[in-house]
């Protein structure tokens, strides 16, 4: 089987392809390195069944040759990132998806759309099913990412009902591991980084906002389970186990073996105050659940995050 990756150098995207990799696929990485790294694809650079160009898939997408799957995982993904480029983001969730989708058509490939939980919004529904239509400001800073995702799904269907493309859309809940940034802007990035290096571990608004965190092995397995056995409806894939961010970072602090205190800081704007994955769709269709427990997913990460601050 022959797959394109969009977003192959970024975090989720090199694990995604070395997944594919181990599983005799050949890959195709795509990546203009925005936000992504040439070093996330260390380990890919010599694999004689991995081939990349560096492409803007918000500008025409060609590929030499069949194409079986096309994974569109090519966006900005954290807060620091979409808020520094909006108009990026906005335009790699509309074109960038468009061509993706265009590409997929012209070579009969099936076709992936990475979308994200941020599509529920600040959700009013508790744990977030797939048939909940989100609580989303269009016009907030956090709407050029929620927006584009939703966008994203809309014209994902939009092909599957008008040309037959054979379509995914996986929800992403939030994950974890290694090669994530240092300053990525996340909580487990931002959190561990603190804590390695002795510094306060900053908590916004009072802590008690929700979170559910998957480690990357998990996702990956569930996207290889979505390829083969899904269909056109979006699948949350995400661990249920859910923690408020407060205790998150009291987790860390001790699994890191730190001194750090917490400090508080506002609430930015539009913050989910709940974010919690319903798996039931995963677990009825796939047959995927997550295997990574938190603990142990969080020490894995940590153990990255030492190696690179050298603590």
């Known amino acids: 089987m022959r797959v394109v990756v969009t977003g192959a150098a ?13 599983r005799d696929c050949d890959v195709v990485g795509l990546d203009n390195f925005i936000t992504g ?61 468009h061509n993706a989708l ?33 609580n989303v400001n269009p016009v907030g800073p956090r709407g050029v990412y929620d927006e584009a995702k939703r966008f994203g799904e809309a014209i994902t269907m939009a092909y599957h009902r008008v040309h037959r493309v054979n379509t995914r859309i996986v929800r992403i809940f939030n994950t974890h591991g290694p090669r994530m940034r240092l300053k990525d802007g996340r909580a487990i990035p931002a959190f561990m980084t603190q804590a390695l290096t002795g510094s ?36 949350n894939i995400g661990n249920p186990q859910e923690l408020t961010l407060l205790e998150l970072a009291k987790r860390i602090i001790r699994l890191a073996g730190s001194r750090s205190e917490i400090v508080f800081r506002p609430l930015p704007e539009d913050d989910p105050k709940v974010r919690q994955p319903d798996i039931g769709r995963a677990r009825t269709r796939l047959g995927w659940e997550p295997r990574v427990d938190t603990d142990e997913g969080l020490k894995l990460t940590l153990e990255w995050f030492r190696q690179k601050v050298g603590r």
């Not at 970024?10 to 990799?21: P, Q, R």
């Not at 979308?115 to 508790?126: A, F, I, K, M, R």
């Open 10 to 22: 970024g975090f989720i995207g090199s694990h995604l392809c070395e997944s594919l990799l181990a």
């Open 37 to 97: 790294s040439p070093d996330n694809l260390q380990s890919l650079w010599k694999a004689p069944r991995f081939s990349f160009v560096k492409r803007n898939v918000t500008e025409y997408i060609h590929v030499d040759g069949p194409v079986d799957w096309v994974l569109h995982f090519a966006s900005p993904a954290s807060p620091v990132d979409y808020l520094e480029l909006p108009i990026q983001t906005l335009k790699v969730g509309a074109l960038g998806t």
């Open 102 to 134: 265009g590409l997929a058509k012209a070579k009969g490939a099936g076709f992936l759309l990475a979308s994200t939980s941020e599509v529920y919004g600040d959700p009013l529904v508790h744990p977030q099913r797939e048939d909940y239509w989100g």
């Open 200 to 235: 306060p571990v900053t908590v916004f608004g009072d802590g008690s906002q929700t979170r559910s965190f998957q480690y990357v092995s998990d996702l990956v397995d569930g996207l290889w389970k979505l390829m083969e056995r899904g269909g056109s409806d979006p699948i």
